[in-house]
């Protein structure tokens, strides 16, 4: 019984710890990163909307450099992109934002990360504009495209899906 408490100390001790710094405490030194990302990800949103196909590209790079579930409504924007190249790149993304590898390995195709995809939780929702981009790219005019696309709906989306995007899956398969 000895050496179980000092183990329930610590136990209680961490736990009281937690509950004392509350969501507040643990979010205060994250504030200046989320302050430097929030320009970032405005730039790359503005470099979207541009008409050149090299500045979107940037901006895909740089949505890929910072990850994590802020650059999903960005990436949608870029699904239906006019360049395949920034197309496949920003399912991609999404996949690698929602599929993680384990450890020293890397995924190297949509359906390895479809394989992957069922080993994780999905931990954040999927914003209307990413399963709409998503669905209406499994009617895109590139085969790897429209392939990557169907990998990327089966790790996005949940039952149950909107009515909308339900709606457009169909048609897509006609």
């Known amino acids: 019984m000895t050496r179980l408490r000092p183990h329930l100390f ?4 961490a736990s009281v710890v937690a509950l004392t710094l509350g969501p507040s405490g643990w979010a205060a030194p994250q504030q200046p990163e989320q302050a430097t990302t929030l320009p970032a990800l405005q730039q790359a949103g503005q470099e979207i909307a541009s008409p050149e196909a090299q500045v979107r590209r940037k901006a895909l790079r740089a949505l890929r450099d910072h990850g994590g579930p802020e650059t999903l409504p960005l990436l949608a924007r870029l699904v239906g992109d006019p360049e395949l190249d920034i197309r496949e790149g920003a399912i991609q993304n999404v996949m690698r934002t929602y599929v993680h590898p384990p450890v020293h390995q890397s995924i190297g195709s949509a359906a390895e990360a479809f394989e992957l995809a069922r080993l994780h939780d999905q931990p954040w929702s999927v914003p209307p504009e990413l399963s709409t981009a998503l669905v209406k790219a499994l009617a895109d005019n590139a085969p790897s495209v429209r392939r990557d ?20 899956l169909v048609a897509s398969l006609s």
């Open 10 to 13: 610590v136990t209680v001790a």
């Open 149 to 168: 696309s169907a990998y990327a709906v089966g790790i996005v989306l949940r039952a149950p899906v909107p009515n909308a995007v339900a709606f457009e």
